[in-house]
């Protein structure tokens, strides 16, 4: 404590960044914060004015408040008390000790660190336990799916090609639709069940390889009447898994096309080296894009805004990718559309 200014240097009672100290008086059937300080302040965005002279309802929804209150009686019985709190979204662990003078308290003090970042790799790691589990569903059964699929398929085409009734056409084409829907989400399941793992790293021609997954998607770009232009700055070989390269291409460029439906803008592919290591894939398109809450939660796990989606395209682009040693990075406007960079290193070590 600085006696000449009565001012706590809460720096010498928090251990870590971001924490703030405070504390609180009874009066009458309130309690009201007389003082508080931190840096967690400016990450919540509630200033120490607004919280000093004011009890909890003041400046906290009710709920949070009530809640926080509780803690703050029991602290004025005499107990020091600690508890899990949080403000617009960054938590923290808060301690609570009353002041006793003549066996009554007279004022409690609190400290609290912020343990946002703790939350997040929490819930990281609670969505890495659902996946683990889908990927042991996923190696068993993905594959026994998807050999009768294929002879399914198979036979639909061929009786597809055969049959004169217009009518039995279109619903074969309906079938093999859905069975090319059923063939996607297998597949996507069985890359999640072997994440990590880089299979086959070779010498790759990246021009041609991105060429080539463009034809790939070619019938459904043309059925969907939406282009698909490159911008090749350079010729690039790159040491990569090739197979799980253009699977990240593959659903990128899927994403692209399901958000460019409604507008039918084409979208970009453009590949630039970056410098003697690295080279850049950027996938753009003018689409809807995400409002910042949406880009929060691309990458978690079966999150999805589509009636059909998975909501696992954008998480194994990013397995691969991170596999790979490069990063992905999404930048989206809402209403403007979206750019997907993958930075990845020429050589793999
Ligand atoms: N290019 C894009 N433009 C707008 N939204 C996108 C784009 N790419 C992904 N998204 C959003 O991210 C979500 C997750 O994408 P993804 O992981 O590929 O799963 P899915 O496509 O099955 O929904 C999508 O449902 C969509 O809301
Ligand atoms: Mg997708």
């Not at 002879?151 to 055969?162: N, V």
């Not at 060429?211 to 070619?218: G, K, L, T």
């Not at 282009?227 to 253009?246: G, H």
Request: charged fraction near 25%; aromatic fraction near 8%; glycine fraction near 6%.
């Amino acid at each position: 404590m600085d006696a000449s200014t009565n001012k706590v240097n809460y720096r010498d009672l928090i251990p870590r960044k971001n924490g703030f100290v405070f504390k609180f008086i009874k009066v009458g059937e309130h309690f009201i914060h007389t003082y508080t300080e931190g840096d967690f302040h400016d990450r919540i965005g509630i200033s120490p004015s607004a919280i000093i002279g004011k009890t909890l309802f003041e400046f906290l929804p009710e709920e949070q408040a009530k809640q926080k209150q509780h803690f703050y009686e029991i602290a004025w019985s005499g107990k020091t008390v600690n508890y899990e709190g949080s403000v617009n979204d960054c938590f923290y662990i808060a301690s609570l000790s009353p002041l006793i003078v003549d066996s009554k308290v007279v004022e409690v003090n609190g400290t609290a660190i912020d343990i946002t970042e703790e939350k997040k790799n929490e819930r990281k790691i609670q969505d890495m336990d659902k996946l683990s589990v889908i990927g042991q569903l996923a190696a068993g059964i993905a594959h026994e799916i998807r050999n009768p699929l294929t002879s399914i398929k198979g036979f639909a085409q061929i009786i597809q090609e055969r049959v004169d009734q217009p009518d039995v056409k279109t619903y074969l084409i309906i079938m093999l639709d859905e069975l090319e829907r059923m063939n996607q989400i297998v597949t996507e399941f069985m890359v999640l069940a072997k994440p990590h793992e880089i299979i086959d790293i070779k010498k790759v021609d990246v021009n041609k390889l991105i060429r080539s997954v463009i034809q790939f998607m070619e019938p459904q770009s043309l059925l969907k009447k939406i282009r698909i232009l490159t911008s090749f700055e350079c010729s690039i070989t790159a040491f990569l898994d090739e197979i799980q390269l253009k699977q990240v291409l593959i659903n990128l460029l899927q994403n692209a096309m399901e958000a460019s439906e409604s507008t039918k803008n084409c979208i970009e592919i453009k590949l630039k080296s970056i410098d003697d290591q690295h080279y850049l894939i950027q996938v753009k398109d003018q689409g809807p894009g995400m409002p910042l809450e949406k880009q929060n939660r691309l990458f978690e796990p079966f999150y999805t805004t589509k009636e059909n989606g998975t909501g696992l395209g954008l998480l194994i682009c990013k397995q691969i990718i991170d596999a790979h040693k490069g990063s992905i990075d999404i930048i989206s406007r809402h209403g403007e559309g979206t750019v997907v960079n993958i930075l990845l290193p020429k050589v793999f070590s």
